[in-house]
């Protein structure tokens, strides 16, 4: 995909890790004049320009508005490009503090210990408030683009990749392995060299069930031996049933998948780790995790290859930024952040980033290309 495919809609692109302070010092001294919380994030700097942002379906708008007298404090007033200003100084203001325990396997918000436990659901009730947080920090890099006139990407830093390549995932679960082969051999054909496809049976299912997630990797990776493919645990990611997860991960290891994602429910450190120390194979995860705290502690036990740190979620771009940076102090760990409704933040924040650290965006055939080709120009 070339970049300029993508690359050239201003007020939409993210940044990379340094900020351009020459590009800031332009219009440093513009202040934000109001804030509104309405079917998203609408910010509006002095002189009448306007960044917003609608965010996922999964944010907890809600509880910012019953804080928007609060948040009107943090940002009224402050200059649009002060490089301190985003999403944590935000939920600083509001939860001092707070954001830390998830470094500790603690729920941000209620102190509950949440490590090592599976999910009821695929967000948690504060999880849902930290995705309203990078609601409101990306209509703040919007309203940077636009103040400046430039792709995001340019006010934050720049990069210098021609392309960004991607992989193809076709959106299907419980797709019997013969389908799947025709339609992943169909992709290839087509440009598509790295792929991801879904298991989508767990220990519920019995061994017919772990047979049949064996044959979709078998007859994959049969159809296109040359093919980059990962697989995701997508069915049973809310699972906290590591024996099962790790005798998949070893059975399907002879295949050589590029990573296995999510292998056991988000917060579960200790089955990340033992599915690393006993398979060996790359693990990706973290769409899951929000702000840099929940994902330090495995990259602390090294035990994640890819951080999947999803922008509209995690806490917004900059907390993104922050990740990206925690993610270089771990060498060989790259990022590759999961893509999700209205799909167009993280395509950027690939973009800003160099190809050592960002390898690879997500591309979803079922949202994505729309997209991509009506509001990316």
Not at 266 to 276: D, F, S, T
Request: glycine share 10%.
């Amino acid at each position: 995909m070339e970049r300029r495919e993508f690359l050239t809609r201003a007020g939409w692109m993210a940044g990379g890790l340094l900020w351009n302070t020459d590009a800031f010092a332009e219009e440093s001294s513009v202040t934000i004049r109001d804030v509104r919380l309405e079917k998203g994030a609408l910010i509006e700097a002095e002189g009448g320009a306007i960044g917003s942002f609608a965010g996922s379906p999964h944010q907890n708008l809600a509880a910012l508005k019953e804080q928007l007298p609060r948040l009107r404090e943090v940002l009224v007033g402050r200059r649009v490009f002060d490089p301190g200003l985003g999403g944590e100084a935000l939920w600083e203001a509001l939860y001092p503090g707070k954001a830390r325990r998830f470094a500790e396997g603690r729920d941000a918000l209620t102190g509950e210990s949440i490590a090592n436990k599976p999910r009821a659901g695929r967000h948690t009730a504060t999880g849902c408030v930290f995705v309203a947080f990078s609601t409101v920090d990306i209509a703040l890099w919007d309203l940077r683009a636009r103040i400046l006139k430039k792709p995001a990407y340019q006010v934050v830093g720049t990069s210098p990749r021609p392309r960004v390549p991607v992989y193809w995932r076709p959106g299907e679960v419980g797709i019997a392995p013969a389908e799947a082969a025709r339609k992943a051999s169909a992709a290839f054909d087509r440009g598509y060299r790295s792929q991801k496809w879904y298991f989508s049976k767990g220990a519920k299912d019995g061994e017919q069930g772990f047979r049949e997630n064996v044959e979709l990797v078998r007859v994959l990776r049969e159809a296109l031996p040359d093919a980059t493919l990962m697989f995701d645990n997508h069915t049973i990611r809310h699972s906290d049933d590591v024996g099962y997860s790790l005798r998949l991960c070893k059975a399907v290891a002879p295949y050589k998948p590029f990573w296995i994602e999510e292998p056991v429910c988000p917060e579960h450190l200790e089955g990340y780790a033992r599915i690393k120390g006993e398979t060996g194979l790359p693990i990706a995860g973290g769409e899951h995790w929000y702000t840099r705290w929940a994902v330090r502690p495995f990259l602390e036990r090294a035990c994640v290859d890819f951080v999947q740190s999803d922008p509209t979620w995690c806490g917004g771009i900059s907390e993104w930024l922050k990740i990206c940076e925690l993610v270089r102090g771990h060498e060989g760990v790259k990022v590759v952040p999961h893509i999700t409704s209205p799909w167009i933040v993280a395509p950027h924040c690939v973009a800003s980033q160099s190809e050592d650290l960002c390898p690879l965006l997500e591309y979803n055939s079922e949202g994505g290309e729309t997209t991509l080709k009506t509001h990316m120009h």
